[in-house]
């Protein structure tokens, strides 16, 4: 058996790291490529980030989470979440309001452009936007998105390096 082993045992560990890899990659984390610009200035296009697939599996959204969800059939989406089940969220004079109440959003730079009317979210749904308000298509477009759609929530940024660590968002 040791002879074996010491033959072996190179193939053994690299075969038991790439079995872990999978199902850290299947269950906990999932790499993700940032697409456009609709999370400046949090994220930028192409940046690589790290999502927590297993978070939402012990835990409920929460307003500020930034998730990744399933938006089209091809397309998965990164925005923030705004509305949560039984809120009413709607857009006027430049910021978002959550049941009457102006969001108060640190992360944003300048006034959202446009109206949007009241729009109640339904159990099982989420309101998101993108940071990037003026550039973003989110649940002003898309209507609130279904619970069963999200991925993960973003947790780490992993390239560029000079930006690499947990992602840090206001809540």
Same mark, same amino acid.
């Given at each position: 058996? #040791?002879?074996?082993?010491?033959?072996?045992?190179?193939?053994?560990?690299?075969?038991?790291? /790439?079995?872990?890899?999978?199902?850290? +990659?299947?269950?906990?984390?999932?790499?993700?490529?940032?697409?456009?610009?609709?999370?400046?200035?949090?994220?930028?296009?192409?940046?690589?980030?790290?999502?927590? $697939?297993?978070?939402?599996?012990?835990?409920?959204?929460?307003? #500020?989470?930034?998730?990744?969800?399933?938006? $089209?059939?091809?397309?998965?989406?990164?925005?923030?979440?705004?509305?949560?089940?039984?809120?009413? /969220?709607?857009?006027?004079?430049?910021?978002?309001?959550?049941?009457?109440?102006?969001?108060?959003?640190?992360?944003?730079?300048?006034?959202?452009?446009?109206?949007?009317?009241?729009?109640?979210?339904?159990?099982?749904?989420?309101?998101?936007?993108?940071?990037? +308000?003026?550039?973003?298509?989110?649940?002003?477009?898309?209507?609130?998105?279904? /619970?069963?759609?999200?991925? #993960? +929530?973003?947790?780490?940024?992993?390239?560029?390096?000079?930006?690499?660590?947990?992602?840090?968002?206001? +809540?």
């Amino acid at each position: 058996m #040791g002879k074996w082993l010491r033959k072996n045992g190179v193939t053994m560990c690299l075969l038991v790291t /790439v079995l872990l890899l999978l199902i850290i +990659r299947s269950f906990v984390l999932a790499p993700y490529i940032v697409h456009g610009q609709s999370m400046l200035p949090l994220l930028n296009t192409e940046e690589r980030i790290l999502v927590n $697939t297993w978070v939402y599996q012990v835990d409920q959204p929460h307003y #500020g989470d930034v998730i990744v969800f399933q938006a $089209t059939k091809k397309e998965k989406y990164i925005k923030r979440v705004i509305g949560l089940p039984g809120d009413t /969220v709607e857009i006027k004079h430049g910021f978002v309001y959550r049941n009457g109440k102006r969001v108060k959003e640190p992360y944003l730079v300048g006034k959202i452009m446009g109206v949007t009317p009241p729009t109640h979210v339904s159990l099982g749904h989420l309101y998101v936007l993108g940071d990037n +308000r003026n550039n973003s298509k989110d649940s002003r477009q898309l209507g609130p998105i279904s /619970v069963h759609s999200v991925v #993960g +929530r973003a947790d780490w940024v992993i390239t560029p390096f000079n930006r690499f660590g947990e992602l840090t968002t206001a +809540r």
